[in-house]
C-alpha cells in the first residue's frame, strides 16, 4: 500500500492540531460543536459511553451492548476490546449508526476493557473506556421444542437444579398471550403452544442483573385441527366432530367436574349422541390421539369444548278415548318433568308459556287422532306424539297394521314398510303416518285396494291413523316398530388429499370385505386390513359387507371425495441476517399458503426444532426443512437439507495505492479482500480541512480513481447492508520531480567491445530494456548492441519516469561542421557535430587578417550532439561576409587520434 512520506502526514496533523487549538480558543475550552444547518445555530452533542458493567456467560458467550453517542452520521467511532490476560479480542471502526452501538460478545471470565474513541473531522474529540465484569452464568437447558404427548404433560425445565445460588434467581414463564404460567425451575406443560422465561438476579436497586430470556415451543409431533358441527348443541341431538388430516385414531370425551374419560372408539371422525354417548347436560372437551408412525412412543393428541344443553323433559299421561270419531270427547294430559318455557299442540294450533318441573297440563275435549307435541327449553325442542283413540268405531275392527322391518341388499338397507289390511273392505279417505318424534313422514290417499303397503320406512317408531270422507279420524291405538337392521360397522375419511398417491385403510374391528368405487364404478375388492391405494382425484364410495355366509348386519355404504394434491415444491431461503451474525430462515412454499401446509425443521438427531414458516437457528450444523400439505396424512417428500454456519462478521481488508505522481492526472485506489463475501462498496473522500464528501459514484466499485490530495476511505457490505470491513489510507501528490539524466544517442562499437557508460543519477530501481526485453536493472549501463533503448526509473514515491535512447555502431571517428553560414538565417549558423563522444575539442575562427573572430573549448563532447555554436556575431555586431579559416582541434581515446583540422567558413549575409 502506499504511504505518504512522514514529514506530509507530520504536516497534515500539525494542520488538523492547529485546527482543533483554533476551534479551543475561540469556544473558550469548550467541546466540537456542530452547527445545525437549519438555522437554529450551534447545539452540543457530547459522546457518552454507555453499556452493562456486569454480565453473565451462559452459552459459552454472553453479549453486551455498548453506545457512544455523538453525531452518529459524521463521527467516527474506534471501538476495542481487551480480555483478562489483555489480548485485544474486539476491533471495530467506522462511521454510522452501526458503529455508534455495538454488540460485543464476551468468552472469557473476569475484567474486561472497552474502550472507544470518537474522532470528530479528523480530530479525537472523546475516549473512554469501562472495565466490564463478566461471571459465570447458568447453563441455559431449555430446548427450542418439546413434544406433548397424548394427555401427558410434558416438564420444561430452565437451568440445571443444581445450579449454584439457584435460589437467588428469579424465574417468570409466560405463555403466548404474556401471562405469567410459572414461577420456579421447572414447568409443567398441558396446553400446546410457546413459552418464555425470563431468569435474574434482583440487585439492591430492585434491577435485573445477569437476566438471561429464553423461549420454547410444546406441542404434539404432527398438526391436525378439529372441527364440530356445533359447539352448542342440545340434548337428545347428534354432534359430529372431524380432523382436517385423514388420520385414524382414538377418541375420548371427559365432561367439566370428571376425571375419568369416556371412550368413544377409534375412527376417522366422530358422532356423538348427546343423549346416549353422554352423562347428561353441561360441558365437554373431545379428545382425538394419533399414533405417530416416526415416533411411535409419541401421539398427537388435540382436542375441541362443546357444550350440552338441558332440553325440555315431559310425558304423556291419562289419554282418554273419543266415544266416537267424531266426538269432541277425547283428552290427555302433558306431565312436565324439567322447566318448559312453551308447548304446542299442533294439531290444535295452541300453545301454552312457562311451566315449571311437576306441572300438569289437561288438553280436553278434543277429536280422536294423533298429536304432535312441541316443546322448548333453552332454545332447545323435543317432539312427540300421543295417541286419542276412537271407541267406536275400533282401530281394529275398521284395519290390522303389521310393521315389516329393514332388510340387507348387495349395497346397504331396504328401508321397512308398513303393511295395511281393510278388515271389513276398502276405506276410502287418506292416511297419515307419523314418526315417533312427531315428524310427520307421509299424508296419502289410500289406494282402492283391500291391502296396501307403506313403504320407504326407515327403521324406527311410527303412528298412523286413517281419515275417511266423512272426516272421522281412527289412529292405531299403538306405536308401531319397524325394526332397524343393524349395519356393519367401519370409518373412512370424508375428504383426502393426495400427495401421490394415499394409502386408505378403512377404520373396522370387525371381518369385513370392502368395495372401493370411483365415480360409481367398481375400482377393486379387498378384505379389512389391506390398504386402497388411491392416485386419483375424484368421487369415490366404499361398501363394507360382513364376510361370512349368512351375514348378520347389512352392508354399509359411505362415500368420500378424493384431491390429488400440486407436487409441493419448497425450498430453504436465508430471509434475514443482521449484523451480528443473528440469522432467520424461511421457509420457501413456492406462493402456497402455509396455512396449506405442516412445516417442521428438525436437527441432525431428528429433534423437532421448529415448526413455523419462519425459522431461527439454534446452533450451528446440518438441519432439515420438511413440509407436508395438511390434510394429507404422512406424504413421501424429501427434506431439504442445509448447514447453519457460523456467520462471517468481518473482512480482512487493506488499500493499495499507486503513487500519485507529479505529471499524473490521478492515481488508482484498490484493495485487497475476499470479494466473494463482499455485495456492496462504498468510498468516502475526507479532504484536508476534514469535510466528508460520498463518492457515490464509485459504489459498488473495487478500483477506483483518485484526482485529489486527501483521505480515501472504503467500506465493504456483505448481502444484508451490514459492513465486514473498512480501510482508509492518506493520499499526497509526490513533489519528487527528478528525471534521469540520458542522452538521446550514445555509440557503440562492437569490434573493440566498446560502449559508452550511462549514469542516469539516483532512484530507487532502473529497469533498461533493449527492444521491449529487459536487459539490467543496475543502476549504471553501458550499451553493447546498437538499436532502441528504454530507461524506466522509480523514485523514493514509486513515480516512475521513462526515456528513450538510441545506440548507433560506430568504430570510426567523424566530425561534421558547415562551410557556410547565414547570418539572417538561425537555422544555418555555425555548429560542429561528432560521431562518438570525445575527451577534449578546440574551435578557433579567423579573418582573412588573421584576427581571431571566435573561440570554443569542450571538454565532454556528446554524440550528435552539437557543440561550439556561433552565430557570426564579433564585438556585438555581425562580422562582415566573406571567406574565415576555420582550425578545429580534437582529441579521442576511444579512436586513438589527436587531431587539427584547418577549414573554410564563407559567411553570407
Known amino acids: 500500500m502506499y504511504r505518504a512520506p512522514i514529514y506530509t502526514v507530520l504536516l497534515l496533523c500539525s494542520l488538523f492540531f492547529l485546527i482543533a487549538a483554533a476551534y479551543s480558543s475561540d469556544y473558550k475550552g469548550r467541546d466540537i460543536i456542530e452547527y445545525n444547518d437549519r438555522g437554529k445555530g450551534f447545539f452540543f452533542n457530547d459522546p457518552n459511553l454507555e453499556g452493562p458493567e456486569r454480565l453473565c456467560i451462559v452459552f459459552g458467550s454472553v453479549t453486551g451492548e455498548f453506545s457512544a453517542g455523538g453525531i452518529v452520521e459524521s463521527d467516527r467511532y474506534e471501538w476495542s476490546a481487551t480480555n483478562p490476560s489483555g489480548v485485544e479480542f474486539f476491533e471495530f471502526s467506522g462511521r454510522g449508526e452501526n458503529y455508534e452501538t455495538v454488540p460485543i460478545r464476551f468468552s472469557e471470565l473476569g475484567a474486561n476493557i472497552i474502550q472507544v474513541t470518537v474522532i470528530r473531522a479528523g480530530v479525537e474529540i472523546y475516549s473512554e ?11 441455559l437447558v431449555l430446548m427450542p421444542d418439546y413434544l406433548l404427548c397424548g394427555n401427558d404433560p410434558t416438564t420444561v425445565q430452565a437451568i440445571p437444579n443444581t445450579t449454584p445460588q439457584i435460589d437467588q434467581y428469579t424465574f417468570e414463564w409466560t405463555n403466548a398471550a404474556g401471562v405469567p404460567v410459572g414461577n420456579t425451575n421447572e414447568l409443567t406443560v398441558t396446553q400446546e403452544g410457546p413459552y418464555f422465561i425470563s431468569l435474574f438476579f434482583t440487585n439492591s436497586e430492585g434491577g435485573q442483573d445477569c437476566l438471561i430470556t429464553g423461549s420454547t415451543y410444546v406441542g404434539p409431533p404432527d398438526d391436525f385441527t378439529l372441527s364440530i358441527q356445533q359447539d352448542e348443541a342440545c340434548e337428545g341431538e347428534f354432534v359430529q366432530v372431524t380432523a382436517d388430516t385423514p388420520f385414524r385414531g382414538d377418541w375420548t370425551v371427559l365432561k367439566q367436574g370428571e376425571t375419568q374419560r369416556l371412550d368413544l372408539g377409534n375412527s376417522f371422525s366422530l358422532t356423538i349422541d348427546t343423549e346416549n354417548d353422554l352423562d347428561g347436560p353441561g360441558n365437554y372437551t373431545v379428545f382425538f390421539s394419533v399414533a405417530n408412525p416416526q415416533n411411535p412412543a409419541c401421539s398427537s393428541e388435540r382436542s375441541i369444548p362443546f357444550s350440552i344443553k338441558e332440553g325440555p323433559k315431559y310425558s304423556a299421561q291419562n289419554q282418554q278415548a273419543a266415544s266416537t270419531c267424531d266426538a269432541n270427547d277425547g283428552s290427555f294430559e302433558i306431565l312436565t318433568e324439567s322447566t318448559i318455557d312453551e308447548i304446542r299442540i299442533i294439531e290444535l294450533n295452541e300453545a301454552r308459556f312457562n311451566f315449571p318441573a311437576g306441572e300438569v297440563l289437561l288438553f280436553e275435549n278434543i277429536p280422536s287422532g294423533i298429536y304432535t307435541i312441541e316443546t322448548k327449553t333453552n332454545d332447545c325442542f323435543r317432539t312427540g306424539v300421543v295417541i286419542v283413540p276412537s271407541m267406536a268405531p275400533l282401530a281394529g275392527d275398521v284395519f290390522e297394521v303389521t310393521p315389516l322391518p329393514e332388510s340387507c341388499n348387495n349395497v346397504g338397507v331396504e328401508e321397512g314398510k308398513l303393511l295395511v289390511t281393510f278388515v271389513n273392505g276398502i276405506v276410502e279417505g287418506e292416511y297419515r303416518i307419523v314418526t315417533g318424534n312427531g315428524g310427520e313422514v307421509k299424508k296419502e290417499p289410500i289406494p282402492n285396494q283391500n291391502q296396501f303397503e307403506i313403504d320407504g320406512l326407515p327403521g324406527d317408531f311410527y303412528v298412523l291413523e286413517i281419515i275417511d ?32 398417491v394415499f394409502e386408505l385403510l378403512p377404520s373396522t374391528e370387525e371381518d369385513l370385505e ?16 389391506n390398504v386402497f ?41 436465508l430471509a434475514d441476517q443482521d449484523c451480528f451474525g443473528n440469522r432467520a430462515y424461511e421457509a420457501d412454499l413456492s406462493g402456497r399458503d402455509p396455512e396449506s401446509v405442516v412445516i417442521r425443521w428438525f436437527n441432525e438427531d431428528g ?34 437439507e442445509f448447514t447453519v454456519e457460523e456467520p462471517v462478521l468481518s473482512v480482512e481488508i487493506e488499500l493499495e495505492v499507486e503513487p500519485f505522481c507529479p505529471d499524473s492526472p490521478f492515481t488508482v485506489i484498490s484493495f485487497n479482500a475476499e470479494r466473494e463475501l463482499i455485495a456492496d ?24 480513481t483518485a484526482e485529489e490530495e486527501g483521505t480515501y476511505e472504503v467500506l465493504i457490505f456483505n448481502e444484508f447492508g451490514c459492513e465486514l470491513g473498512n480501510d482508509l489510507v492518506l493520499i499526497l501528490r509526490s513533489t519528487d520531480d527528478s528525471r534521469p539524466e540520458v542522452n538521446e544517442f550514445y555509440s557503440v562499437c562492437d569490434d573493440i567491445n566498446f560502449g559508452e557508460t550511462i549514469r542516469p543519477g539516483q532512484f530507487d530501481e532502473y529497469e533498461w530494456y533493449f527492444e521491449g526485453g529487459l536487459v539490467s ?27 528513450r535512447f538510441v545506440a548507433f555502431e560506430d568504430c570510426e571517428f567523424q566530425y561534421v561542421f558547415p562551410t557556410g553560414m547565414v547570418l539572417s538565417d538561425p537555422d544555418k549558423l555555425f555548429e560542429i557535430y561528432v560521431n562518438d563522444a570525445i575527451e577534449n575539442a578546440q574551435v578557433w575562427i579567423h579573418n582573412r587578417q588573421g584576427q581571431l573572430i571566435f573561440y570554443c573549448e569542450d571538454f565532454n563532447v556528446q554524440t550528435r550532439v552539437p557543440f561550439c555554436q556561433w552565430d557570426g556575431v564579433f564585438g556585438g555586431d555581425f562580422v562582415p561576409t566573406g571567406t574565415y579559416t576555420v582550425t578545429l582541434s580534437y582529441k579521442s581515446e576511444k579512436f586513438g587520434v589527436s587531431e587539427k583540422v584547418v577549414s573554410s567558413l564563407v559567411v553570407l549575409q
Open 129 to 139: 473506556t469501562r472495565t466490564v465484569q463478566v461471571t459465570q452464568g447458568p447453563e
Open 777 to 803: 536493472s543496475d543502476s549504471i549501463f553501458k550499451p553493447q548492441v546498437p538499436g532502441e533503448y528504454t530507461l524506466v526509473v522509480t523514485n523514493p514515491d514509486g513515480c516512475t519516469i521513462e526515456e
Open 607 to 640: 429433534d423437532i426444532v421448529g415448526r413455523g414458516k419462519n425459522w431461527l437457528p439454534v446452533a450451528f450444523g446440518r438441519f432439515f426443512l420438511e413440509v407436508q400439505p395438511r390434510g394429507s396424512g404422512f406424504c413421501a417428500v424429501d427434506p431439504v
Open 514 to 529: 370392502f368395495e372401493l368405487l370411483l365415480d360409481g364404478n367398481t375400482v377393486e375388492i379387498k378384505n379389512a386390513g
Open 681 to 704: 462498496i462504498n468510498w468516502i473522500f475526507i479532504d484536508p480541512d476534514g469535510n466528508v464528501t460520498d463518492l457515490t459514484q464509485f459504489d459498488g466499485q473495487d478500483v477506483i
Open 533 to 573: 391405494e388411491l392416485t386419483e382425484s375424484g368421487d369415490y364410495s366404499i361398501i363394507g359387507r360382513e364376510r361370512r355366509g349368512t351375514p348378520d348386519k347389512c352392508p354399509r355404504r359411505i362415500n368420500f371425495s378424493a384431491n390429488v394434491s400440486e407436487q409441493l415444491d419448497f425450498d430453504v431461503v
Open 469 to 500: 270422507q266423512a272426516g272421522c279420524t281412527i289412529p292405531w291405538d299403538a306405536v308401531l316398530d319397524v325394526q332397524k337392521r343393524e349395519r356393519v360397522s367401519f370409518s373412512v375419511p370424508n375428504n383426502i388429499n393426495i400427495c401421490e
